[in-house]
């Protein structure tokens, strides 16, 4: 019986499980086409999501909402994202760090590199710095040259407002190395903040300018030593930089060709100016009072003529030896950056 009753009960075993199996097969599908469009939702609304946001991967679309002329080579481009963007990339890029996008030229296909600051156009040509905690969803500000045969620039000096641009980004370019220096006690940490030395020619002082206005808490005091044909062509960043020279943040040094202070002709004036290195351990702690800057790391950035000039060649993406005014003060590779 048991032998006889065994195939008939697997049998209607076997049918119930083919039936169970069968409702469970659908219900797997069901579920498992339920599971699948969940998930290929989710990649969709995701990707989308994130597609919508600056990122190295893709180009996303910007508005311009603000194209002013500060004199015939430099102007000042506002840049406001097609969607707001959730990443506040200024408190992420904080700790030291330097950083562009890059902008799409359509027609010709080429993109170049720029450097954003976290300035905003009011109204009536008014420029201010993004309040206190804000990133404006997104808004980048640009300070620009055009060169008379150079292809991107030009080109975006020249299109309306509210006309549409893609970027790309954001890159780090340079991040502040962290100095550590040995406590009495003999631990060994990292300096909160550090004076810098900068030298900067033209637009080359947009890495700075974003220094100065984002990565507040890393360094110290700044002595800059900038190149210009004249100070009025730094247009709104002229303002910032005198009132960050009130508040004792940084000394400022204009070297004015046009007022034939080139500082090719001058070197003897730059080199007074300019202390040699300090290292970590042997530069003061942070005296907001004291008047002098005692920098550990010096930035060049401008023209490779200029880079030149201020500390030797710089051979693409290898820095190159140090030379030229800087070698003269005994700075070397080990506390120089020749910035792009
Ligand atoms: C990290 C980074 C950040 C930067 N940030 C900024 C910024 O904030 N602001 C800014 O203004 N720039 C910035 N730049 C520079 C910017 O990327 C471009 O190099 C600059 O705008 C010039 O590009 P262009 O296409 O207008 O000119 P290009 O076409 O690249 O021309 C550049 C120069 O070459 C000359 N030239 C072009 N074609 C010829 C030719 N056939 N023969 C001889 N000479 C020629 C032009 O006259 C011009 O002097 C940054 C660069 C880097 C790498």
């Known amino acids: 019986m048991r032998i006889n009753g065994l195939p008939h009960r697997i049998s209607i075993n076997t049918r119930l499980l083919r039936i169970s199996s069968k409702s469970r097969n659908f219900k797997w599908a069901a579920s498992g086409s339920a599971i699948t469009t969940s998930i290929l939702a989710y990649y969709y609304f995701n990707e989308k999501r994130h597609s919508n946001e600056l990122s190295p991967d893709h ?6 909402t603000y194209n002013d002329e500060i ?14 963007q959730k990443i506040d990339w200024w408190k992420a890029m904080s700790s030291g760090k330097l950083w562009s996008i890059e902008i799409k030229q359509p027609e010709i296909m080429v993109v170049r590199n720029y450097t954003p600051l976290p300035l905003e156009h009011v109204g009536n040509g008014q420029i201010r710095t993004f309040p206190e905690g804000s990133f404006k ?3 980048l500000f640009f300070y620009l040259k055009k060169y008379k045969h ?4 030009r080109w975006l000096s020249k299109l309306p407002e509210g006309h549409t641009v893609e970027l790309r980004g954001p890159y780090v370019d340079y991040e502040m190395p962290s100095q550590s220096i040995s406590s009495s006690a003999g631990k060994v940490k990292d300096r909160v903040s550090y004076d810098v030395v900068t030298f900067t020619a033209g637009t080359g002082i947009a890495p700075v300018a974003q220094m100065l206005l984002t990565n507040k808490a890393h360094f110290g005091r700044v002595l800059m030593l900038h190149s210009c044909g004249a100070r009025q062509e730094l247009g709104p960043l002229q303002p910032l930089l005198e009132e960050a020279q009130n508040n004792k943040r940084i000394q400022l040094h204009y070297y004015e060709s046009r007022h034939g202070r080139d500082i090719r002709k001058i070197p003897y004036e730059v080199l007074a100016l300019l202390p040699t290195p300090y290292s970590a351990e ?6 907001n009072s004291a008047s ?9 950035c401008g023209p490779d003529s200029y880079i030149n000039t201020v500390a030797g060649p710089k051979y693409g993406l290898l820095q190159g030896p140090i030379q030229g005014i800087l070698a003269q003060r005994s ?7 020749k910035l792009s």
């Open 59 to 64: 180009f996303i679309p910007y508005k311009i």
């Open 71 to 84: 004199d015939s080579e430099h102007f000042m481009l506002e840049l406001t994202p097609a969607r707001p």
């Open 137 to 139: 969803d997104g808004k």
């Open 150 to 153: 150079g292809e991107v620039a």
């Open 282 to 287: 042997s530069a003061p702690v942070e005296e």
């Open 292 to 300: 002098t800057v005692n920098p550990i790391l010096a930035l060049v």
């Open 331 to 337: 700075w070397n590779n080990s506390n120089v950056y």
